[in-house]
């Protein structure tokens, strides 16, 4: 899809399902620069091939393969990326702990052409969990892409990779509802078949958060989660984009 | 995602996904109109439950629930959406030979609020299969919901159900291929995880629908497909809306 905005910059944007982990990849573009850069935020490394594909048939240049935060539950696929196109830099955020090629912090912005995605902490999930948001164009909505932050009705859990449920209650409040309300929500996951949300919806119907902070954190603190199946695979190799040295 | 546009009404968009049939159900409303009235394509039985439950959240009044044909794969949610709303009118093609509330055929528009879809027959998969279009908004890409005639990058099998290949090659050159280039495609299934495309790109990118129309009906003579494994149930169910009568 591709949404024209004022500064004649043309976002073209697809949102990319991985079906084992649930995980949602996305797909950002200045289609109107002459080179078409692009971004990739949270790729899985059983979908690189499929992604890279679209990018090459849809004539972009990929420039950033980007994280949210250090994923437990597949192992991104930043290092793949890089090793099939070379030229592209893997991004994390400084707080995560994690080898990238760049490094963001809270106010930064990532460029692709003429637009940007600005960096919000946002931890609790994990310490290092951001979200990234576009630019404000005039009669399009912003986009929030909030990893496991904020889920359509629900959020990451919080007890693991230095999680905070504390944390992660006042990362949404602070730095994600303060965001206009028909700003769209982007996760980095759903389990139940939605594709998107809005700031107003939930902080309306979002039935963790809507809560008071108490009442959150014991909701967070009685899951009852089994242990991830993948944590002790995918955060060591997240933890350098995927891909551990062969000597290490 | 709700696009402005210039008629003063606002399109509200949702896709949702059906995972166990990897199936793509849209959810339609003009949000400017006092009532929001709202329609839902391709509903499956197995989520009614959450699609009725956003419809309500986000303040909607249900209108029409409309297959873009006799599925074989999942049990369409119309009938039990009439079961539990009852003013919602189910809606399939008159070419169909199915049971429904309203029949729709060539050329026909569905109205909701000020909004509407037309009807363009697209028989090759099925013999009722059709493909609804979005209206022409001033600085928005239109969105075509294909059903399984055009998928992202394939098409629907054309072996069962009064398919054709021919029909089908015919259908997608003459009523899909002949939009605007941007228009987006919006299938009822993807099994990659791709959620929109383009009728550019498929015009470019299509691995079948590419080829001359012998090579098409090679590709489809050829396909070896296993026997569908809900055909025998999905479709006399879906020929009444999805509930049979329990003296029948
Ligand atoms: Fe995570
Ligand atoms: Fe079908």
Do not use: W
């Not at 002459?34 to 790729?43: E, G, S, T």
Request: net charge neutral; charged share 20%.
């Amino acid at each position: 899809a591709s949404f024209s905005s004022s500064s004649s910059s043309t976002l073209l944007f697809r949102q990319l399902f991985e079906k084992e982990s649930s995980t949602y990849t996305y797909l950002l573009a200045d289609a109107s620069h002459p080179q078409k850069p692009a971004l990739l935020i949270d790729p899985v490394d059983r979908t690189v091939d499929r992604d890279l594909s679209l990018i090459e048939q849809l004539g972009l240049k990929l420039v950033y393969a980007m994280n949210t935060h250090v994923h437990a539950d597949h192992v991104t696929g930043t290092g793949l990326i890089k090793s099939k196109v070379p030229d592209v830099k893997s991004v994390i955020s400084k707080a995560s702990g994690a080898t990238a090629d760049l490094y963001v912090e809270p106010g930064d912005k990532v460029y692709f052409g003429n637009l940007f995605l600005e960096i919000r902490a946002t931890p609790g999930h994990t310490k290092g969990c951001v979200t990234y948001v576009t630019g404000d164009t005039p009669g399009q909505p912003r986009m929030a892409f909030t990893g496991d932050t904020l889920l359509i009705r629900g959020c990451g859990r919080t007890d693991f990779q230095g999680g905070s449920s504390e944390q992660l209650y006042e990362s949404v409040h602070s730095q994600i509802f303060t965001l206009p309300k028909n700003t769209l929500i982007f996760p980095a996951h759903d389990y139940k078949g939605f594709t998107v949300s809005t700031v107003g919806e939930e902080m309306q119907y979002n039935p963790r958060l809507t809560k008071d902070v108490e009442t959150f954190k014991n909701i967070m603190a009685n899951l009852n989660l089994s242990y991830p199946k993948m944590i002790d695979v995918a955060v060591p190799a997240n933890m350098v984009c995927g891909i551990q040295s062969k000597t290490s």
